[in-house]
């Protein structure tokens, strides 16, 4: 298990008090389609504000990534930014609400709040850049360094395979 707690008592009795964390988070099970490896550590900056009662978490997960393209399987850097906001609530009335995270012991658990946030929100299919050709489906060449020749006439059947990675 893992488990990163940000006690919240005083700032539950404080409105409009703020409460600031940093961590950094175990890349252990962040292995996600297309990520390599990270090149840094993955790290979380955050406040949890309480606004009149109700508490907002706002949080950035940083790192540094070496990713493979989908499309081109050439490997390329990119950053990690995603940007977290939810709420944390005593009781639950709608527990299937992953925006709300209810509160044990006076305390949530930040890391489970982190991972959830990638595992909802991570890009599925990286690409080297937006526009990547890719490879030729039948002689294997890397369409961004110019057309292969083999593309004018392609046999349906690859097209149709072709066609069914992209949907991967
Ligand atoms: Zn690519
Ligand atoms: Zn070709």
């Known amino acids: 298990m893992w488990g990163v707690r940000l006690d919240l008592r005083e700032l539950i009795a404080t409105p409009g008090g703020k409460e600031s964390f940093a961590f950094t988070l175990d890349p252990t099970d962040l292995d996600f389609d297309g990520v390599l490896k990270y090149l840094t550590p993955i790290t979380v900056t955050g406040l949890v504000e309480n606004h009149a009662g109700l508490l907002e978490l706002r949080a ?20 990690l930014e995603l940007d977290v906001k939810v709420y944390l609530a005593q009781e639950l009335e709608d527990q299937d609400s992953v925006d709300f995270y209810l509160i044990e012991d006076g305390s949530v658990d930040l890391e489970e709040i982190m991972r959830d ?9 990286l690409l080297c850049r937006e526009d990547c050709k890719g490879l030729c489906p039948k002689c294997g060449k890397d369409l961004n360094e110019g057309p292969c ?9 690859w097209l149709a395979l072709g066609q069914l990675l992209e949907k991967d």
């Open 60 to 79: 950035g997960i940083r790192a540094d990534m070496l990713c493979q393209c989908a499309r081109c399987l050439k490997e390329f850097q990119k950053p």
């Open 117 to 125: 946030a990638l595992i909802f929100n991570f890009e599925p299919r």
């Open 149 to 157: 020749g083999c593309a004018e006439d392609p046999d349906p059947r």
